[in-house]
């Protein structure tokens, strides 16, 4: 069964525009929340994250947003750019376990148009 | 600074064969994590190595796949009798410490191709 659900396959927005990508979670032991994007041929790159005792967590033109109680976070992207025209990967983790390995979402695509 | 490396980037194998693949961390962390990416889903965690040892490889999908790290840096995931079900994109991350503050930094992959 799937522990972190990203819905969206795929996203296309205007340049210039927002990108809000989803993700929902179902083990409520997850206590630690990371995007990764990844372009074809490379390895995820790590973008942002969000501890469960905050809501929001802002880095230039990326932010997180996270909501326990529903058990969802969003990854929001202003302005959006064609660079970052790439697949999203939602990832999470529990901190008391012994290695904070990281369980994915199946990622969504995001393209932004010029 | 170099970032984590993996070699081959691809590899084509007969169902049936041994394969190894390879996965030098960044210098000087002692968290090194193997992850399988299938066609259309997201990395799925593998086995956990903290310095030389296994710490967690409740991931490994069965006896056939085993993986190393004999002086606590480069590490070789090892699968024996391939099977086409095998395919995948094998990846490889590293952290500082392995702590709950670390970031996992990941190498570009080994596409498998199991024939």
């Known amino acids: 069964d799937q522990q972190v659900k990203q819905n969206s396959p795929s996203l296309s927005v205007q340049e210039g525009r927002i990108s809000i990508l989803n993700c929902d979670y179902t083990?409520?032991?997850?206590?630690?929340f990371l995007w990764y994007k990844k372009y074809p041929a490379e390895g995820p790159t790590f973008l942002i994250s969000?501890?469960?005792?905050?809501d929001k967590n802002e880095d230039g033109r990326f932010t997180v947003f996270l909501n326990k109680s529903a058990k969802h976070l969003s990854l929001h992207i202003v302005p959006s750019q064609p660079g970052d025209s790439a697949v999203y990967f939602c990832?999470?983790?529990?901190?008391?376990?012994?290695?904070?390995?990281?369980?994915f979402g199946k990622g969504t695509l995001l393209t932004v148009n010029p | 600074g170099a970032g984590v490396s993996q070699t081959p980037s691809n590899k084509v194998t007969e169902k049936g064969k041994y394969v190894e693949l390879r996965c030098d961390p960044i210098?000087?962390?002692?968290?090194l994590y193997w992850y399988r990416q299938s066609l259309g889903q997201g990395p799925e965690f593998l086995i956990y190595f903290q310095g030389t040892g296994a710490a967690d490889d409740s991931g490994l999908p069965n006896d056939r796949f085993f993986a190393v790290r004999p002086e606590g840096s480069v590490s070789t995931l090892k699968i024996q009798r391939t099977e086409r079900g095998d395919s995948a994109v094998y990846l490889c991350?590293?952290?500082?410490?392995?702590?709950?503050?670390?970031?996992?930094?990941f190498g570009p992959g080994t596409r498998l191709t199991v024939l």
């Open positions: 991350a590293s952290s500082l410490l392995g702590t709950g503050a670390d970031t996992q930094y």
């Open positions: 210098s000087g962390h002692t968290a």
């Open positions: 969000i501890s469960s005792i905050k």
């Open positions: 083990n409520s032991m997850f206590d630690y």
């Open positions: 990832a999470a983790r529990w901190s008391g376990g012994s290695n904070y390995k990281l369980t």
